[in-house]
């Protein structure tokens, strides 16, 4: 049976064609400008008007811009009336030097939609913890030229209304079927990113709820310490889920290889959470990948492995 959230979360209102959506740089500089006007360009073709510097960042050694303007750019698109939602240029790093100085006041009186992946992870995980705020973990801009018709479909349909709808399985693997036995939050994804908030200011209680992580381009043995880590830290114990999402590397391309490296993934965790009841899934569509599905993030959902979909 469906419980009522414990906190006063609510989705933001859906956009709709015309709305304007803020290009925000809260981590790395840009990288390709052509992805960057690939993805604007998505956007407009989706009926959006994209908001964004008519001089684009200058760039601070490996960060957009300063941590201050970084911060007050993105307190100044969620400020504008006119900016129906927000969504990061990229991800990379630098999120976390922006989260301290964010207006939790002026997040928590406008309710808007917020999407992003990687580094942006901490925002995520910022807005939902400190401001009550439901965001979207999908594509960052420049991300979407590279997106499957899936995954484009879903960020879309998400923006507009679709958020809470539920996400079949396909191809996954169900390392433990557990039981799920109510609906939990859903927080998470990027495992990098997450790590750096254990025992600071953003860090809290994962108990209760259905934890998502992905991770690229780590080696094996530092997979291995941040998992490790986690479980030292205790945020494995007493979820209510666990998703494991896209763990690859882009140096290994034998497919064989590929297997068997996220299998050491899926294994570890396994190990890690044997006294543990609830199910864990893994080879989700969602992280690094071009099928990189937009999640509600903080929204409570329920892992139906008999009914093989995520429901929200």
């Known amino acids: 049976m469906m419980q009522p959230n414990r906190r006063s979360l609510r989705l933001p209102q859906k956009l709709k064609k015309g709305?304007?959506?803020?290009?925000?740089?809260?981590?790395?500089?840009?990288?390709?400008?052509?992805?960057?006007a690939r993805g604007i360009n998505i956007l407009s073709e989706m009926g959006f008007e994209p908001v964004f510097p008519r001089e684009?960042?200058?760039?601070?050694?490996?960060?957009?811009?300063?941590?201050?303007?970084?911060?007050?750019?993105?307190?100044?698109?969620?400020?504008?009336?006119?900016?129906?939602?927000?969504?990061?240029?990229?991800?990379?790093?630098?999120?976390?030097?922006?989260?301290?100085?964010?207006?939790?006041?002026?997040?928590?009186?406008?309710?808007?939609?917020?999407?992003?992946?990687?580094?942006?992870?901490?925002?995520?995980?910022f807005l939902y913890n400190q401001c009550d705020t439901i965001s979207l973990h999908g594509p960052v801009l420049t991300s979407l030229p590279t997106l499957s018709q899936e995954a484009l479909e879903r960020f879309y349909i998400s923006?507009?209304?679709?958020?809470?709808?539920?996400?079949?399985?396909?191809?996954?693997?169900?390392?433990?079927?557990?039981?799920?036995?109510?609906?939990?939050?859903?927080?998470?994804?990027?495992?990098?990113?997450?790590?750096t908030t254990l025992g600071t200011a953003l860090d809290f209680d994962y108990s209760g709820k259905v934890l998502f992580l992905e991770d690229i381009g780590e080696m094996q043995f530092?997979?291995?310490?941040?998992?490790?880590?986690?479980?030292?830290?205790?945020?494995?114990?007493?979820l209510k889920g666990l998703i494991l999402g896209d763990f690859s590397h882009p140096e290994i391309t034998d497919m064989i290889d590929k297997l068997r490296y996220k299998e050491f993934v899926w294994n570890r965790v396994i190990e890690l959470t044997k006294n543990e009841e609830y199910p864990v899934i893994a080879d989700f569509p969602s992280g690094h990948c071009s099928n990189n599905l937009t999640l509600p993030h903080g929204a409570d959902m329920l892992i139906d492995i008999e009914k093989k979909c995520l429901r929200f």
Not at 31 to 36: G, H, L, T, Y
């Open 159 to 195: 923006l507009t209304g679709g958020a809470l709808n539920p996400i079949p399985f396909r191809r996954i693997e169900v390392l433990r079927e557990g039981m799920q036995d109510s609906p939990a939050p859903l927080i998470g994804g990027n495992l990098s990113t997450i790590m």
């Open 222 to 238: 530092r997979l291995d310490r941040m998992l490790t880590h986690f479980h030292l830290a205790g945020k494995f114990k007493n």
């Open 56 to 125: 684009l960042w200058p760039g601070d050694f490996f960060l957009a811009d300063t941590d201050r303007n970084r911060t007050e750019e993105f307190s100044r698109m969620w400020s504008d009336d006119h900016v129906k939602a927000l969504i990061a240029v990229r991800g990379g790093y630098g999120s976390i030097r922006i989260a301290p100085g964010l207006d939790k006041e002026l997040i928590k009186s406008k309710k808007k939609l917020f999407v992003g992946f990687s580094d942006i992870t901490l925002l995520h995980l």
């Open 19 to 36: 709305d304007a959506i803020g290009i925000i740089a809260p981590a790395a500089q840009i990288i390709d400008k052509d992805q960057f």
